[in-house]
């Protein structure tokens, strides 16, 4: 049985509906979605995207995944729009925790989580073992997670703030110059300003707010995951701006200083 057949049966089935039920919904008959079921018939692209708005799910995604594979966290995401078929890529399904209600849970990952995050961020029994909380000012709408940053690439934002992201489906949506936390492949989880290039070369370009760190490129086949930047919550008190007046005789200063070092090295 091809892939899309078994998908569509599957996902009807989820959803407790009858062929007929289905067949009625899709203005079809039910003899002509029985054919597409047990691979009788083939799809045309009208029909396509008329499961695909049904179901809520990607036409690259009901052609080329699976979804028999899947565990039930990950189906589950699909089936709720965590659907982020990129075309060229591979189908990337959030895991993810939900509280007694069936809210979406802020999994909150610590500086010595963040090595097992590397591997396990599509397990989710590692997730299961994860901090939860909620923040009701934040959309139940969206999916969001917490990750402790490291070093000083991201100053003023200091080191062991807590920085909050947005989960991105699609990609092509990264907006350049702003803020987000990714998941690589070599680095583990980084927090950066952003240059979308990954329509022209399949990449992006990451910027560090601290001017002593360079820029660097890392391909889309290295990222994992993607969540844009929402807030950070840190316990540090931010340096007061330092006056302009203050600045400017630090410049002055500077300039004496160097002169005279060039009048002794002339001598």
Partial sequence: ????????????????????DLAVALDMKRS????YENEVAQPGLETLVAFSNYFNIAIDTLLKVDLTKLQESQLSQIERGYDTFISGGKIRVLATTVDQHNNENIELVNEKAKAGYRTGYADPEYLKVLPTFQMPFLSKERKYRTFQISGDSMLPIPHGSWVTGEFIQNWRHIRSQHPYIILTVDDGVVFKIVENNLEDKKQLRLYSLNPLYEPYDIDVKDIREIWKFVHYISSDVPEPNTPKEQIIDAVKKLEKDVKAIQTKLDL
């Fill in 32 to 35: 002509t979605l029985s054919g």
């Fill in 1 to 20: 049985m091809s892939i899309f057949s078994q998908n569509i049966k599957l996902l009807r089935k989820r959803r407790k509906r009858t062929q007929d």
